[in-house]
Protein backbone atom coordinates (compact mmCIF):
# COMPACT_ATOMS: atom_id res chain seq x y z
CA UNK A 1 0.00 0.00 0.00
CA UNK A 2 1.26 3.73 -0.64
CA UNK A 3 1.52 5.79 1.94
CA UNK A 4 -0.98 8.25 -0.03
CA UNK A 5 -3.46 5.66 0.34
CA UNK A 6 -2.27 4.78 4.04
CA UNK A 7 -3.37 8.71 4.98
CA UNK A 8 -6.02 9.15 2.16
CA UNK A 9 -9.11 9.98 4.70
CA UNK A 10 -7.02 12.17 6.84
CA UNK A 11 -8.93 15.66 5.74
CA UNK A 12 -8.24 19.60 7.32
CA UNK A 13 -4.29 18.18 7.42
CA UNK A 14 -3.63 18.32 3.48
CA UNK A 15 0.19 18.55 4.52
CA UNK A 16 0.66 15.65 7.14
CA UNK A 17 0.87 13.24 3.72
CA UNK A 18 3.39 14.90 2.52
CA UNK A 19 4.92 14.96 5.88
CA UNK A 20 4.44 11.14 6.50
CA UNK A 21 6.04 10.59 2.69
CA UNK A 22 9.27 12.40 3.76
CA UNK A 23 9.37 11.04 7.03
CA UNK A 24 8.81 6.99 7.03
CA UNK A 25 12.36 7.10 4.41
CA UNK A 26 13.69 9.64 6.78
CA UNK A 27 13.14 7.40 9.53
CA UNK A 28 13.99 4.25 7.76
CA UNK A 29 17.22 5.69 6.86
CA UNK A 30 18.40 6.56 10.21
CA UNK A 31 17.09 3.36 11.40
CA UNK A 32 18.93 0.94 9.24
CA UNK A 33 15.27 -0.66 8.62
CA UNK A 34 14.98 -2.90 5.51
CA UNK A 35 11.05 -3.07 6.17
CA UNK A 36 8.41 -1.95 8.03
CA UNK A 37 5.69 -3.26 10.65
CA UNK A 38 1.91 -3.18 9.96
CA UNK A 39 0.19 0.09 10.65
CA UNK A 40 -2.93 0.37 12.43
CA UNK A 41 -4.18 4.18 12.79
CA UNK A 42 -6.67 4.94 15.53
CA UNK A 43 -8.47 8.16 16.66
CA UNK A 44 -7.42 7.17 20.20
CA UNK A 45 -5.97 4.21 21.53
CA UNK A 46 -7.58 2.32 24.14
CA UNK A 47 -5.46 1.79 27.46
CA UNK A 48 -5.69 -0.27 30.60
CA UNK A 49 -2.95 0.90 32.88
CA UNK A 50 -1.07 3.34 30.67
CA UNK A 51 -2.56 5.65 28.49
CA UNK A 52 -0.53 6.19 25.29
CA UNK A 53 -0.56 7.70 21.81
CA UNK A 54 0.70 4.60 20.45
CA UNK A 55 2.40 1.22 20.74
CA UNK A 56 4.11 -1.07 18.87
CA UNK A 57 2.76 -4.93 19.57
CA UNK A 58 5.61 -7.29 19.02
CA UNK A 59 3.55 -10.34 18.56
CA UNK A 60 1.12 -8.76 15.94
CA UNK A 61 4.08 -6.80 14.29
CA UNK A 62 1.96 -3.90 14.88
CA UNK A 63 2.46 -0.15 15.72
CA UNK A 64 -0.95 1.71 16.72
CA UNK A 65 -1.06 5.11 16.11
CA UNK A 66 -4.00 7.51 18.13
CA UNK A 67 -3.95 10.51 15.45
CA UNK A 68 -7.34 12.66 16.34
CA UNK A 69 -6.63 16.12 17.29
CA UNK A 70 -2.85 15.54 17.64
CA UNK A 71 -0.20 17.96 15.49
CA UNK A 72 1.48 15.82 12.90
CA UNK A 73 4.76 16.35 14.42
CA UNK A 74 3.42 14.86 17.64
CA UNK A 75 2.62 11.55 15.42
CA UNK A 76 5.69 11.35 13.41
CA UNK A 77 7.30 11.83 17.13
CA UNK A 78 4.96 9.12 18.47
CA UNK A 79 5.93 6.83 15.01
CA UNK A 80 9.95 7.24 15.41
CA UNK A 81 9.10 5.70 19.24
CA UNK A 82 7.24 3.14 18.08
CA UNK A 83 9.57 2.25 14.99
CA UNK A 84 12.53 2.03 17.29
CA UNK A 85 10.34 -0.45 19.23
CA UNK A 86 9.79 -2.39 16.25
CA UNK A 87 13.31 -2.37 15.64
CA UNK A 88 13.89 -3.97 19.13
CA UNK A 89 11.71 -6.48 18.25
CA UNK A 90 13.77 -7.69 15.09
CA UNK A 91 17.12 -7.48 16.74
CA UNK A 92 15.51 -9.71 19.69
CA UNK A 93 15.66 -6.96 22.85
CA UNK A 94 11.79 -6.73 23.36
CA UNK A 95 11.29 -8.85 27.09
CA UNK A 96 8.24 -8.39 28.91
CA UNK A 97 8.97 -5.24 30.66
CA UNK A 98 10.60 -3.85 27.82
CA UNK A 99 7.77 -1.03 28.19
CA UNK A 100 8.42 0.22 31.76
CA UNK A 101 8.56 3.71 32.71
CA UNK A 102 12.63 4.19 33.12
CA UNK A 103 13.52 0.93 31.41
CA UNK A 104 16.58 0.84 28.96
CA UNK A 105 14.59 -0.68 25.86
CA UNK A 106 12.10 2.35 26.60
CA UNK A 107 14.75 5.05 27.32
CA UNK A 108 16.40 3.97 24.49
CA UNK A 109 13.15 4.72 22.10
CA UNK A 110 12.74 7.73 23.68
CA UNK A 111 16.07 8.68 22.77
CA UNK A 112 16.18 7.92 19.60
CA UNK A 113 12.82 9.23 18.87
CA UNK A 114 14.06 12.97 20.10
CA UNK A 115 17.29 12.20 18.10
CA UNK A 116 15.33 11.85 14.58
CA UNK A 117 12.54 13.88 15.10
CA UNK A 118 15.40 16.70 15.83
CA UNK A 119 16.85 16.17 12.73
CA UNK A 120 13.84 15.96 10.74
CA UNK A 121 12.26 19.51 12.00
CA UNK A 122 15.90 20.92 11.10
CA UNK A 123 15.04 19.94 7.72
CA UNK A 124 11.48 20.88 7.60
CA UNK A 125 10.57 23.85 10.27
CA UNK A 126 7.93 24.72 8.53
CA UNK A 127 6.08 21.72 9.69
CA UNK A 128 5.64 23.67 12.61
CA UNK A 129 2.87 25.87 11.40
CA UNK A 130 0.55 22.96 11.04
CA UNK A 131 -3.00 22.47 11.70
CA UNK A 132 -3.62 19.20 13.68
CA UNK A 133 -4.65 16.33 11.92
CA UNK A 134 -8.54 15.79 12.08
CA UNK A 135 -10.91 12.51 10.64
CA UNK A 136 -13.84 12.47 8.80
CA UNK A 137 -16.78 10.04 10.10
CA UNK A 138 -15.84 6.75 9.42
CA UNK A 139 -12.22 6.83 7.84
CA UNK A 140 -10.97 4.87 10.50
CA UNK A 141 -12.49 2.14 9.87
CA UNK A 142 -12.00 2.25 6.43
CA UNK A 143 -8.20 2.33 6.95
CA UNK A 144 -8.42 -0.64 9.68
CA UNK A 145 -9.46 -2.81 6.51
CA UNK A 146 -6.73 -1.42 4.54
CA UNK A 147 -3.47 -1.64 6.96
CA UNK A 148 -3.63 -5.96 7.27
CA UNK A 149 -0.17 -6.55 5.92
CA UNK A 150 3.58 -5.64 6.57
CA UNK A 151 4.62 -3.15 4.46
CA UNK A 152 7.57 -2.63 2.92
CA UNK A 153 10.25 0.25 2.20
CA UNK A 154 9.04 -0.66 -1.49
CA UNK A 155 5.87 0.39 -0.87
CA UNK A 156 6.57 4.21 0.36
CA UNK A 157 5.25 6.78 -1.94
CA UNK A 158 8.95 8.72 -3.59
CA UNK A 159 8.21 11.89 -4.91
Known sequence: MKITELVEHVTKAPEFINMIQKFLPFAIKELELTDLPNFQLMLHLPHDQ???FGKYVNDENTIYLGIEDRH???ILRTLAHELVHYKQGTEHTLGPHSG??????ENQAHEMAGIIMREFDKSHPAYFNASAV????GAIEDLEKDLKHPYSYDAIDHS
Open 50 to 52: QPT
Open 72 to 74: PLD
Open 100 to 105: DTGSDI
Open 134 to 137: NIQE
